[in-house]
């Protein structure tokens, strides 16, 4: 698309009302860089409540709705708990020590343009969204569960923890939830958020835009609580300096793309589990998230001054 009808699109926002503006700053953002919805793939939007009538039954999870159980997984359908109806899918850490545990279906893969064995990704964004509470009503000591966005067990592009306070800066017996994003150096860098309460339940938000390029993907995780009421939120990097920065990681030179959600942890160190319930999975951005506003915005003021000097 040429310059001029760029800008065409970012001085037409000026003239609207402030409601409209994120949705039109994504469009002519998406124009910009050559993508959003009209540049889209193969698409989807996945939900389930782990119910009956979702063909869940109470036991493994593995082959149930093609969802999909790794090594001696006890992730199971119980009716122990649930945020809405009878159901929820139980993540207990493993003893064999795997990261990644059970994963969603397989859906059409997002990511960058190329990613490894994907040169045309069907989207550049990713999102699941899910309730989820501690078994434990107080200190679950040594709790460490995790989810993330990636496809096979080892690859991922997100990852967003429920832990008892072993991290830096935590405190023991508290409850928290961290996000890891890999800085340039190939570090990984963490985000904790505030101590929460065990036994309620959370709302959890992982929201990824991958951009062509290394080192500026975005990825915001937000929790609010049994109100729906935000409680926490960041927007950080993902995990492609990782895969750029380690030749030993699977997929190495990534980028490397989402097709799945999956969920687990180590029970090296205890820890009962968690609940999870009234998941969903889409690849499809309909508004941008704060700090992408922040970013279209930062690039409209950009034009503005242009537009002035001329």
Do not use: C
Request: without cysteine; negative net charge; charged residues 10%.
């Amino acid at each position: 698309m040429k310059t001029g009808s760029i800008k065409k699109q970012f001085t037409a926002v000026l003239q609207m009302k402030r409601p409209t503006i994120a949705v039109a700053l994504m469009a002519a953002f998406g124009a910009l860089h050559g993508f959003g919805s009209a540049a889209l793939g193969q698409t989807f939007s996945y939900t389930t409540g782990f119910e009956s009538s979702d063909s869940f039954a109470a036991g493994s999870v593995n082959g149930q709705s093609g969802w999909s159980a790794y090594g001696s997984s006890v992730e199971s359908i119980t009716t122990a708990a649930a945020h809405s109806g009878t159901q929820s899918l139980l993540v207990a850490p493993g003893s064999d020590g795997n990261v990644v545990q059970s994963s969603t279906p397989i859906f059409a893969p997002s990511g960058e343009t190329p990613s490894v064995y994907v040169p045309t990704p069907a989207s550049n964004f990713m999102e699941t969204d899910f309730w989820f509470r501690t078994v434990a009503l107080t200190a679950d000591t040594g709790l460490y569960v995790s989810t993330s966005m990636g496809n096979p067990a080892s690859v991922r592009n997100t990852w967003l923890g429920v832990m008892e306070g072993t991290e830096a800066g935590a405190t023991a017996g508290n409850l928290y939830v961290g996000a890891y994003e890999v800085d340039v150096l190939g570090n990984f860098q963490q985000s904790l958020s505030p101590a929460l309460s065990w036994g309620q339940w959370y709302h959890a938000t992982i929201s990824e835009q991958y951009v062509n390029g290394p080192n500026n993907d975005l990825v915001t995780y937000s929790i609010a609580d049994a109100a729906n009421t935000p409680v926490w939120s960041v927007t950080i990097g993902s995990w492609e300096n990782y895969y750029a920065l380690n030749p030993s990681a699977e997929q190495a030179p990534g980028p490397v793309v989402s097709d799945r959600t999956g969920f687990g942890g180590s029970g090296a160190d205890g820890g009962q589990g968690i609940y999870v319930d009234d998941f969903s999975m889409t690849n499809v951005a309909t508004v941008p998230e704060p700090t992408t506003i922040s970013l279209l915005a930062m690039a409209l003021g950009g034009l503005v001054v242009i537009r002035k000097r001329k």
